[in-house]
């Protein structure tokens, strides 16, 4: 029977599915509080002509909306990918409980791969992470889209 984390990380595919239909990196990520979900993204730097419009991002602005505060303390990010720096310092300033996520992002993540931005000891944040939840079905995703491209 599946868990939270396994349903949760379900809706962040359906959001990478619907990047790569937008011909975007297929990466998605949910906000859940409470067990329901406050905020969602899929990558659209593309169509959006916008470098920060990571699914990460996207979420934690539409979590920040929702609850009408930009520190998400009790709140849990799910996404596909392993975040990038970027998307790790904005889980740190918003002050994400929790990150779930996929797959590693051997050439730019920011959470294990490359760096260890989000659970650093040098921040007053720390992340608690886990990692590797459906992640060969989000790394299948990425994969298949990048054959396609190549």
């Known amino acids: ?3 939270p984390d396994d349903v949760f990380m379900r809706e962040a595919l359906v959001l990478a599915r619907q990047a790569e239909a937008n011909g975007e990196v297929p990466v998605g990520a949910v906000v ?3 067990g329901e979900i406050i ?9 959006k002509s916008d470098p ?22 009790a709140a849990t990010l ?8 970027m998307c790790a310092g904005a889980l740190v300033a918003a002050r994400i409980q929790r990150l779930v996520f996929g797959g590693r992002d051997l050439r730019f993540g ?4 490359k760096f260890r931005i ?3 000891e040098l921040l007053n944040h720390r992340v608690e992470i886990v990692e590797g939840v459906l992640a060969p079905e989000c790394v299948e995703l990425m994969k298949k889209f990048f054959e396609q491209r190549r």
């Open 118 to 120: 989000a659970d650093s």
């Open 32 to 34: 859940v509080v409470d």
């Open 78 to 85: 799910y996404a596909t990918l392993e975040p990038c720096a």
């Open 52 to 73: 920060t419009a990571h699914a990460e991002i996207l979420a934690l602005r539409e979590a920040g909306a929702s609850i009408r505060n930009y520190r998400l303390e």
């Open 39 to 47: 905020g969602r993204g899929f990558n659209s730097p593309i169509a």
């Open 1 to 3: 029977m599946p868990g």
């Open 110 to 113: 920011g959470v294990r791969s």
